[in-house]
């Protein structure tokens, strides 16, 4: 069929929402425009037709006057904004040479492509990466960004964090079988409001949803609880509630022996495990336990009544003694230094609002921690992940419905095999996370990069942080910036080559879930936009690789789909093109994670001690404070405002923030200020205000906002830098990284707020 016939088209909303499965949108077509749009369909209730605002806005996104439409070539200095339109011949040969030039003095891993969030087709994803196995390049890994809570996770269930822990969590709809909710730095009433529903069923039904937000946000305005803490203390409320929990016998003693490392000896001399070769000469390394029937040490195996509190003396081969402790011992030392009102003045929630929610936590079965960003972009969030994630172990609510932590939702494992696709001759790609390709093209380690291509990505906007340093220090040490995207972004500003790049309605593509979906291509793209596949194996030609990119999009997507995996059992392409989305082979209940309590750690068990993470000090989740946002820093006399970064309702970070739909419900950024500190500052509502620390500033409107926690401040992230009215929030962040949690902390930022005349 030509797509320049009326028709209806079903095809798949798909940004960085988390939606799940990604929305579905009918577009009606007549005479090759699409003139409509509307919900679309799905076989399952909970899902068929619905859709947020933002994709309601796909039509005049679509269709928006900015839409980039014709390559273009830089002809003045990056950022002068001058440019010269080129025909695709011409980028090709451009980027051709270039790129080989590049490689030839560089090394080809010089040469990295990058995707963002914007897109999640896995052609649209994919494409870039196999470019880079080709030419032997560098692509994008998993890192940087929304790691800390997956990777403290990893240390405790073993799942990796580059699957942000989707194996390990449970997938939203399993909320209605919990009776206790706890939703801790998320928003996910305005951010996932497509899937919250299930939340509120759960509510309905008799679960208590609780919010632990600094600030009272849209979730917390529909829980049944609202805990307002101060921002950054979480690991400490963590520790108490665990206290608590432990102090009145509120944990599950069969599940944490049977199931976790809890019992495990660790020796107080090294902090290590206790190991049967320390104790009998020639002995394995199986872990020791002590065993409270026949009071000594054996191994796990071995152990009848495996003790997991107290401390022993245990005889080791050579015949010395050393006094060992069970690893639950030492956790609750830990926990005991966090009474209720000792936590109460680090995190400043009420110490008897910690007891209530501890006892109700170990008494309504089952319960479930919802983590969202607020606590991942902090310093130390691993820390805190691993802690708030000891509340559901200790209870034993893991493996069971309504129950388990989750980051982002949990699901079965990615059956496609996209390897065929990203892996050319398998070849690999060198790969690089956010961070590491910061410190690559900056410091030239672990190696040069001095070409990034960066589709559907915005990342020299908000998505690595101080974002000043980056643009002064990292950007002019790249020789070529490519980029392929929709609108002239604050990113493509800043490029030397901006290609336009196809929407969801004009490529073909398959975007994976619970369900699988193809993205039909229901119109011929806008000018002489191309997909990110079109564009790939167009260069490749253009360099003599074009036999690795010669084959058509169906057939890769077949050949993607040709897996032995039971998800996948008699699901087609062809089956795909008829139904549209195709419920995996999986049973229709949500997906709950650990049901056959297997985990991938090293000991085979939950972790709640980490012994190779002894190096770090971080064997435990202790607490500490924030390595910027404390009221002990230094910085905290100039700056005495925690700057939080929200995300909004409007936008899935900076996608569709140049929406005309979106921009008449948020016309402009606003800094938000509690009552008390506008009042401090003699700020009235709607005072232009400038926001600053050390490393920028931003100007811009202040609103007041009674629901905010006092001290803390909020700018909802996404806003691009030329909507700003002077300077930029992204540049008041720093780039320490923490070892274990390898993630940006964006929310740990110390800001003070002035007045600044209008034209300022
Ligand atoms: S942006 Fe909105 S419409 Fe699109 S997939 Fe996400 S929730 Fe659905």
């Known amino acids: 069929m030509s797509v320049s016939e009326n028709r209806l088209v079903r095809t798949v909303c798909d940004p960085n929402c988390h939606a799940s499965p990604r929305c579905a949108i009918t577009a009606h077509v007549v005479e090759g425009r699409i003139t409509r749009i509307e919900p ?92 880079a196995a080709l030419i032997g390049g560098t692509a994008a890994r998993p890192g940087g960004i929304d790691y800390g809570v997956p990777k403290g996770l990893e240390y405790a269930f073993g799942v990796p964090a580059s699957t942000y822990f989707r194996p390990g969590g449970h997938e939203f709809a399993d909320a209605v079988h919990s009776r206790m909710i706890i939703i801790w730095g998320g928003n996910g009433a305005e951010t996932r409001f497509v899937d919250f529903h299930f939340v509120l069923e759960a509510q309905r039904h008799g679960a208590k949803v609780v919010c632990i937000d600094p600030n009272r946000s849209a979730t917390a305005a529909k829980a049944d609880q609202w805990i307002s803490l ?4 979480d690991t400490a409320l963590a520790l108490s509630l665990l206290n608590e929990i432990l102090e009145h016998g509120g944990q599950n003693d069969a599940f944490l022996r049977d199931h976790t490392n809890a019992p495990f000896l660790v020796r107080t001399d090294t902090g290590g495990f206790l190991r049967e070769a320390d104790v ?33 003396r245990v005889f080791l081969a050579g015949g010395s003694a050393l006094v060992c402790a069970p690893a639950l011992q030492l956790l609750l030392d830990l926990c005991r230094s966090y009474p209720p009102e000792r936590a109460s003045v680090i995190t400043g929630v009420p110490a008897h609002v910690i007891r209530d929610l501890a006892r109700e936590l170990a008494a309504r079965k089952p319960a479930s921690i919802r983590i969202g960003f607020g606590v991942d972009r902090w310093y130390y969030s691993d820390y805190t ?15 069971v419905a309504g129950g388990g932590i989750s980051v982002h939702d949990g699901t079965y494992p990615q059956p496609l095999n996209q390897r065929v696709f990203r892996s050319p001759d ?134 993607m789909l040709v897996t032995d995996h039971p998800l996948l059992s008699g699901i087609t392409l062809e089956r795909l093109q008829r139904e549209h989305a195709v419920f995996l082979n999986r049973p229709r209940e949500p997906y709950v994670s650990f ?49 939080l970064f929200s995300h909004s309702k409007h936008r899935i970070h900076s996608t569709f923030a140049n929406m005309p ?28 205000v400038r926001v600053y620390n050390d490393r920028g500033s931003v100007n811009l409107r202040c609103r007041i906002n009674p629901d905010l926690r ?51």
């Open 661 to 688: 739909m979106m921009k008449k419900l948020e016309p402009e950024p606003v800094v938000e200020i509690h009552p008390v500190d506008a009042q401090r500052r003699s700020m009235a509502q709607d005072q232009h």
């Open 426 to 559: 398998g070849r690999e790609a060198a790969t690089l996370d956010v961070v590491s390709l910061m410190s690559a093209i900056e410091q030239g380690k672990p190696y040069p990069v001095k070409a990034l291509w960066l589709c559907a990505s915005n990342m020299f906007n908000q998505t690595s942080a101080n974002r000043s340093r980056v643009m002064s220090s990292v950007v002019p040490k790249l020789e070529l910036i490519v980029v392929a995207d929709h609108f002239m972004t604050d990113t493509a500003e800043v490029a030397d080559i901006v290609l336009p790049a196809c929407t969801i309605f004009e490529r073909l593509d398959l975007v994976p879930g619970m369900f699988l979906q193809l993205q039909h291509k229901a119109v011929e793209p806008e000018g002489e936009s191309k997909s990110d596949f079109d564009i790939f194996a167009g260069l490749a030609r253009r360099m003599g690789l074009g036999t690795h990119f010669s084959r058509s999009p169906e057939d890769y997507l077949r050949e």
């Open 40 to 131: 679309g369909s799905f076989p399952l209730p909970d899902y068929d037709r619905r859709i947020c605002l933002m994709g309601m806005s796909r039509l005049e996104y679509q269709y928006h006057k900015d839409r980039l439409r014709f390559p273009l070539k830089r002809v003045g200095g990056r950022g002068e904004g001058k440019w010269h339109r080129i025909s695709w011949d011409e980028a090709f040969d451009t980027l051709a040479e270039r790129l080989s030039a590049i490689a030839a003095k560089f090394g080809s891993r010089s040469l990295a492509f990058f995707t963002g969030s914007g897109a999640h087709g896995v052609l649209t994803k994919g494409a870039p990466h196999r470019f």
């Open 385 to 399: 992940a691993r802690a708030a994630a000891n509340l559901v172990i200790a209870t034993g609510n893991i493996g």
């Open 230 to 233: 101060r921002p950054g203390t």
């Open 280 to 312: 009998i000469p020639g002995g394995s390394s199986a872990y020791m336990v002590w065993d409270s029937l026949s009071e000594r040490s054996v191994s796990l195996q071995a152990a009848r009544a495996p003790a997991m509190t107290g401390s022993y």
């Open 595 to 643: 049901r056959n309590l297997k985990f991938q750690t090293p000991s085979g068990r939950i972790e709640v001690y980490k012994e190779e993470l002894l190096r770090y000090g971080a064997e435990l989740p202790r607490y500490h404070e924030p390595i910027e946002a404390s009221l002990e820093g230094p910085l905290y006399q100039r700056f005495p405002l925690v700057l």
């Open 710 to 760: 006092p001290g803390v401040v909020v700018i909802s992230e996404g806003s691009w830098v030329k909507d700003f009215p002077g300077g930029d929030p992204y540049s008041l962040t720093h780039e320490l990284i923490s070892p274990t949690s390898e993630n940006y902390a964006f929310c740990d930022t110390l800001v003070e707020i002035e007045h600044v005349q209008r034209d300022g």
